[in-house]
């Protein structure tokens, strides 16, 4: 019984997710026989590629002025004297 329940909502599932790729399939080709052309998917992953690159720089650049702020407070804090034990 298990088995059965299991195959119809395997079933179901495959057979919405084949009706949607079929329905999206119409759409484009009825589009692109009017003369319009489907967008592509090439800008939009272009588009997050430089978002990530950003956001990375960014980050390494935080990193950067951090280490040299703290660079500067050690030296502008330095008075030469040394320490003796």
């Known amino acids: ?14 057979f919405f997710i084949a009706f949607m790729g079929f329905k999206q ?8 026989a009017k003369g319009e052309m489907p967008p592509t998917l090439v800008e939009e992953v272009k588009e ?6 950003e956001i990375k720089i960014e980050h390494e650049q935080v990193k950067v002025n951090k280490k040299f702020e703290e660079d500067m407070t050690k030296f502008m804090s ?8």
């Open 1 to 14: 019984m298990e088995t059965a329940i299991i195959t119809i909502g395997l079933g179901v599932v495959l």
């Open 25 to 32: 399939g119409m759409r484009l080709g009825i589009n692109t």
């Open 48 to 53: 997050t590629v430089n978002k990530v690159r």
């Open 78 to 85: 330095y008075t030469g004297d040394v320490e003796e034990e």
